[in-house]
Structures are given as structure tokens and as C-alpha cells.
């Protein structure tokens, strides 16, 4: 993908941000058919035939599409979840990186779908801006940690490089955003933010210091992952599903599976991902369905929210 956005970088970026469809997922703009293409044309020269996986993509709703083509999905032994681009409107105006994300989980026996649990392998590609000349790369198998490469785009380069979550236990002077991209649900969600910052700062309902924690709203949920990752923030929270379900206002533009598969990656670095409520993210390996979650940078951060949130999000 790295290479792909790079070339049409040169070619074409000014169309990037037409629309190019408008889908059950999200909107497709130029940018995402450039990639999807080259998604499509790697599975059919690359894909092991001896191991047949269904691909899951944004821009492929309504097919099944597996590799070899023409198998079965009943026949394949994977599911391969993708997100060729996260953070589409960012990088298609050249303001700040996307995210290539994929996920892969065996195909579960019998009816169950596959879900965001069973992912087992999960990689994520930085695509920075024009001005950038370095692009990180992060992968794990699930129980064997993190891995990290740094990729020099002009010389191709790489070097080997350790993320650390931030192992700080309080929010104060640190990065802790809850998400509120879009004016649908904003004053609602601003309204829970205030209210968690008030008791875990002890602040009274004043927010008197709330100004001591500082908010980034990074339109990418591989991007919120990677800050996660690098010890750059120490919360996400996007609870967009539960704001918009208690307003009676569609889902529409919510986080999706496609958009969290590389989620179990926070977790083999040390931090905790989670629902909102604590446990398990549950969600099926699609593209429509709508995922609430929360990333902290360690297990003490999460310790001290969860009640609280779990507590306010009940009075939604």
C-alpha cells in the first residue's frame, strides 16, 4: 500500500478527494479505488493457493470475495479483514499519515462468523504525507509481542525500532482524547467527557483543571492505535455507537471491525483495549457494523476508568 499511495501520489493527487461511490461502509473517495486495486491484484498473484481466504474490504459489500477466486467461502481457512486506507480524509488533503490495517483469523468451524477475537495476525502501515520521508510499520502474531520497523521512503531503508506505551498512572499534562469527529452527537459526547474529567480529576463539576489534559482528535483509528502505541497518548475512547444509539441518530459514520483489526496490537505492547464497559470488543469481521471501544496505554489507566465510564455510560 506504501508503494502504491507513493506512485499515485505523483500522478494524481489532486483528484484524491472525489468521490468515487457511496457505500454501506462509508464514503469511497479517488484515493481508496487507487489502493483497492492493488489490494485485489496482490491476493490473486501472491495468496498461497493451498490456504483459501475470504478477503473483508471496505468497497467490497455485497460479494464474496475469496482467493483462489471462485472458492467457496465455506471452503476457505481464513478471513482476512482489511482497511486499505484509515484516515482517508486526512491523507487525501495531505494534512497527517493514514493507516493501511489488516487483520487475519481462521475460519471458525461451523456457523459462527468470524469476529475481532480471533484475529491471530494483524499489520499496520503508516502512509504519510508528501513531506514525510518516514513510514512505521507494526505487526504481532497474537501472543509473541510487537514488532516495529521504520521504513525510509526515499532509500527504502529499514530499521527495527521498540514502541512503548506510556506507563504514566494519571491524565494530567497527557493526551486523552474521547472521539468526536463529526457534529452528529458532539455535544453529547462533550457533555460525558466533562463529566469523566470532573471524578477522575477531582475537579467539581467546574472542570477547573481540565485544561490539564489535552485532546487529539486524529481522524484515523489506526492513527489513535499508533499514539497509543507510542507512548504519545494514554487514552482513545470512541463510544460513537452508544452517543448516536441514545439519540436516535444512525451509525453511519462510526468506527467498523475493518477500521479496529489491528486493535490486538495495543495489547501485545502492554496496554489494554477494551469495550467501554470493560471486556471483550465483540463484533463480527464485516464492514457496517458499528464498535465502541476504549484504548488505554496500561492496565492502571484502565483500571482507573473503566467504573467510572462503565457508571456514565449507563445514564446515556
Known amino acids: 500500500m506504501l508503494a ?46 493451498a490456504e483459501p481466504v475470504e478477503l473483508v474490504m471496505e468497497g467490497l459489500e455485497g460479494e464474496a470475495v475469496t482467493f483462489p ?10 478471513v482476512c479483514i482489511l482497511d486499505p486506507i484509515d484516515g482517508t480524509r486526512g491523507i487525501m488533503y495531505d494534512k497527517r499519515s493514514a493507516w493501511s490495517l489488516a487483520g487475519l483469523a481462521p475460519r471458525p468451524k461451523g456457523r459462527r462468523s468470524a469476529q475481532l477475537a480471533d484475529i491471530v495476525v ?21 501472543g509473541c509481542g510487537l514488532k516495529a520497523q521504520r521504513v525510509d521512503v526515499v532509500s ?26 463529526f457534529p452528529a452527537g458532539k455535544t453529547r459526547t462533550a457533555q460525558l467527557e466533562e463529566a469523566l474529567w470532573a471524578e477522575l480529576l477531582e475537579s467539581g463539576t467546574d472542570g477547573a483543571t481540565a485544561d490539564v489534559v489535552f485532546d487529539d482528535q486524529y481522524l484515523s483509528t489506526g492513527g489513535q492505535l499508533y499514539e497509543l502505541l507510542v507512548g504519545h497518548d494514554r487514552m482513545v475512547a470512541d463510544l460513537r455507537p452508544l452517543v448516536l444509539a441514545s439519540l436516535g441518530h444512525p ?38 457494523t458499528p464498535v465502541a471501544w476504549v484504548g488505554y496505554a496500561n492496565p492502571g489507566l484502565a483500571r482507573r476508568v473503566r467504573p467510572v465510564l462503565r457508571r456514565l455510560l449507563a445514564g446515556l
Do not use: N
Open 4 to 49: 502504491t499511495l507513493l506512485a499515485a501520489r505523483k500522478r494524481q493527487a489532486r483528484t484524491f478527494a472525489r468521490i468515487a461511490a457511496v457505500t454501506a461502509a462509508d464514503t469511497i473517495y479517488q484515493i481508496d479505488r487507487i489502493t483497492e486495486e492493488a489490494i485485489t491484484a496482490w491476493f490473486h498473484a501472491q495468496w498461497p493457493e
Open 69 to 78: 477466486r471462485g472458492t467457496p467461502v465455506a471452503q476457505t481457512r481464513w
Open 122 to 142: 494483524a499489520a499496520m502501515t503508516e502512509l504519510p504525507v508528501s513531506k514525510q520521508t518516514q513510514s512505521d510499520q507494526l505487526s504481532a502474531v497474537r
Open 156 to 181: 527504502g531503508k529499514r530499521k527495527m525500532w521498540r514502541p512503548r506505551p506510556s506507563p504514566a498512572q494519571d491524565f494530567r499534562h497527557g493526551f486523552a482524547s474521547v472521539v468526536k469527529f
Open 251 to 288: 451509525a453511519a459514520l462510526t468506527c467498523h471491525p475493518y477500521d479496529l483489526c489491528t486493535g490486538f496490537l495495543l495489547g501485545e505492547a502492554g496496554g489494554v483495549l477494551e469495550a467501554p464497559g470493560g471486556g471483550v470488543v465483540r463484533a463480527p469481521l464485516d464492514t457496517t
